[in-house]
């Protein structure tokens, strides 16, 4: 059974940075695309950035108020999927949830990480 287990949120001032990390089980998570998404309180969950499978290459995405700001990486060897958060604002506030999808084994979401910035 594939697990997603999040990590790393926490209380932060604006400006400061924190790293988000994502640690699969139950499969080798370089074979799914993987994602962040954060949702804030009363709105929906949206995507943040995402990292396609080795397969694909690898590829990275991310929504347009957070480029240039955060980062998502991979390390294969701790099957770990991290976002690198820096000059972090207020309006990143929300929970954070890490997501992974291979089409042979389905969709996966972790419980999410609470990440609050304060003004």
């Known amino acids: 059974q594939v697990r997603l287990v999040e990590s790393g949120g926490g209380l932060v001032q604006a400006g400061g940075s924190l790293r988000l990390s994502c640690t699969v089980s139950?499969?080798?998570?370089?074979?799914?695309?993987m994602g962040w998404y954060r949702q804030a309180p009363g709105e929906q969950r949206e995507l943040v950035a995402t990292?396609?499978?080795?397969?694909?290459?690898?590829?990275?995405n991310y929504e347009d108020s957070v480029k240039g700001r955060f980062s998502i990486s991979r390390d294969n060897a701790k099957n770990t999927v991290y976002l690198q958060m820096n000059s972090l604002k207020p309006e990143d506030t929300g929970v954070y949830y890490c997501?992974?999808?291979?089409?042979?084994?389905?969709?996966?979401w972790g419980q999410g990480t609470q990440v609050t910035v304060s003004s």
């Open positions: 997501n992974f999808v291979n089409t042979n084994l389905g969709a996966y």
């Open positions: 990292i396609t499978s080795f397969s694909r290459g690898g590829k990275t």
């Open positions: 139950g499969t080798i998570a370089s074979i799914g695309d």
